[in-house]
């Protein structure tokens, strides 16, 4: 796929673009530039284009807007001690991009594509990058069914896009957060779409996000679809529990089902906990054993993690059944360390032993 560079002929001026990146926020300023591709039946994918930022025009009748028909990734580009800018694990989400791409009956992309295009466009928009620590440029691409028409099978037709927005920490990593563990709605079931990186999931959560906010919290926690008693995942982000103190703690998440959404944080976190010394276990967690866990001091530090917040610390979970904290209900010590070393291996403060950092600049 070759890439067309006509970018913005009228950029954002430096002050407003530095204005813009110290303002903070997650998703609410965007750079100069995107990338868009166009695919057919027929003739498969297009060159892309690296085109100013802005609207999209769509015919009412375009397919995505009635059946939904459509995935993103989320991930990040991260700012360097000596100036320069790395993607975090592009590889990674290029190969997730294209896993929900098969269950969403949308054409896959050459991983090395994905890559390209979105290399191509932090480059050309490489001085949005925030500097701080936590901060990021988060990267957005994403692919809609655009053919025309109203009939229910897969589109001939798909467009893909990249944007970027620069985003400062999505959750005050020095507070910890509350959950709500939701028993009346779900989230996935096996043979659905959870493991897809798709709108429709999100969609389908904001109810119960809503019903988290009216109890007082700040995201909400998934069970299983059967039994309503097992760990899935919490809002669009994966859990971990920290089981015992100091080195000879376990790092325990809840394993892949099918109805979780693969995290590449989920991912990173299991090799950086081993890194640093703990142990690492993938299984099954219910409520009571939750509930019971943090009662006996078993289980003695929660976090949530995902590339928009990296890690979240847990402090409460309220539910129907009753409530209970964690602890003191503050940041815990391990969950504190977990984060603060993959920040570091993200921003090349800390060696990056598995080549994750793919350098831009």
């Known amino acids: 796929m070759k890439i067309n560079l006509n970018p913005n002929s009228q950029p954002a001026s430096d002050s407003s673009r530095e204005e813009k990146i110290a303002a903070g926020g997650f998703g609410k300023y965007y750079t100069d530039n995107m990338v868009i591709a166009e695919w057919n039946e027929a003739t498969g994918w297009s060159d892309a284009e690296l085109k100013a930022y802005g609207p999209l025009a769509l015919d009412p009748a375009t397919s995505v807007l009635h059946y939904g028909q459509e995935i993103f990734e989320g991930m990040k580009a991260y700012a360097q001690p000596d100036g320069g800018v790395s993607l975090f694990r592009p590889t990674a989400n290029a190969e997730r991009f294209n896993k929900s791409a098969v269950r969403m009956a949308l054409p896959e992309i050459p991983v090395e594509d994905f890559v390209e295009t979105v290399h191509a466009l932090v480059k050309q928009d490489i001085k949005w990058v925030p500097k701080n620590t936590g901060e990021s440029l988060y990267i957005r691409p994403f692919m809609i069914a655009t053919e025309v028409g109203l009939g229910v099978r897969p589109s001939n037709h798909a467009t893909y896009i990249v944007i970027t ?143 928009a917040a990296v890690v979240s610390p847990i402090g409460m979970a309220k539910s129907s059944q009753g409530s209970w904290k964690t602890g003191d209900g503050e940041p815990g010590q391990i969950t504190m360390e977990i984060r603060n070393h993959l920040l570091g291996i993200q921003h090349g403060t800390i060696e990056d032993k598995h080549g994750w950092n793919v350098r831009v600049k």
């Open 165 to 307: 927005t620069p985003a400062s920490a999505y959750f005050d990593p020095s507070k910890a957060v509350t959950v709500w563990i939701s028993t009346e709605f779900v989230r996935a079931a096996k043979g659905g779409t959870g493991a897809a990186k798709t709108g429709g999931n999100y969609a389908a959560s904001l109810l119960a996000q809503k019903q988290a906010a009216a109890e007082g919290c700040d995201q909400v926690v998934w069970l299983d679809a059967v039994e309503h008693k097992w760990v899935e995942e919490m809002g669009g982000m994966n859990l971990y529990f920290v089981k015992g103190r100091g080195k000879d703690a376990t790092i325990f998440t809840p394993k892949l089902t099918g109805t979780l959404l693969a995290g590449i944080t989920r991912d990173s976190i299991l090799t950086v906990a081993k890194d640093l010394g703990y142990k690492v276990e993938e299984g099954m967690i219910s409520t009571d054993e939750w509930r019971d866990g943090v009662a006996s001091g078993e289980i003695t530090e929660i976090f949530a993690c995902g590339t």
